[in-house]
Structures are given as structure tokens and as C-alpha cells.
């Protein structure tokens, strides 16, 4: 990914389990990507159930707002059994460093 880059970004959620997350199972889900923070309740993070992604939209103006470097990414999920929250780290994004820093 470079900074300028503007689409969905994809994750699959996995509990424990091998139990993969779906958001029947789900009250909110919060997916972290370096400082940019979205949730699944507000209706910006969606769901594909075609491939069973969670889709992380990103706009052109916040991947050149992040730093140029490997980009932590963390979930949060609050399940509707119990209440229980589950925070589950992702891995991280490389982030390549754009020349330019113009929205197209």
C-alpha cells in the first residue's frame, strides 16, 4: 500500500476457535490502522458475505495522513453472547511513502 491509496481494505476475523467472525455473531466490531480508528456500527466498516471480509474503507486523505512505515493493525469485537470483547491483532500494512501528497 502506498500513501495516496484510496479502496477497501480486507480482513478476515478469526476467533480462537478457527470460528471465523460474522456479523451474526457480532455487536460491534472496531478495526484499528495505525492512528485511523472505524466501526462496523457507525456503517463505515462493512461485511462481505461472499468471501467473508470485513471491508476497511480508505480514503486518498487519510492513507497520505499516516506515516510511511509498517502500520499496526488491531480488531476489537463485542460479541453478542455474553458481552464478551476480544481484541485480535492483524499483522501490519507497510506503507510506502508517496512523492506526491495531492488527493486526485
Do not use: H
Not at 467472525?21 to 484499528?32: F, G, N
Not at 467473508?52 to 499516516?66: R, V
Not at 491483532?89 to 506503507?95: K, W
Amino acid at each position: 500500500m502506498m500513501q495516496g491509496d484510496a479502496y477497501n481494505i480486507q480482513f478476515i476475523i478469526i476467533r480462537d476457535d478457527n470460528t471465523i467472525v460474522t456479523p451474526s455473531m457480532i455487536s460491534e466490531v472496531e478495526i484499528v490502522i495505525g492512528t485511523l480508528r472505524k466501526t462496523y456500527s457507525s456503517g463505515i466498516i462493512t461485511y462481505s458475505e461472499y468471501d467473508q471480509n470485513w471491508l476497511f474503507p480508505i480514503s486518498q486523505s487519510e492513507s497520505l495522513a499516516l506515516s510511511a512505515s509498517n502500520q499496526p493493525v488491531q480488531a476489537r469485537i463485542k460479541f453478542t453472547e455474553n458481552d464478551e470483547v476480544i481484541g485480535e491483532n492483524l499483522g501490519v500494512i507497510p506503507l510506502e511513502q508517496s512523492r506526491s501528497k495531492v488527493v486526485l
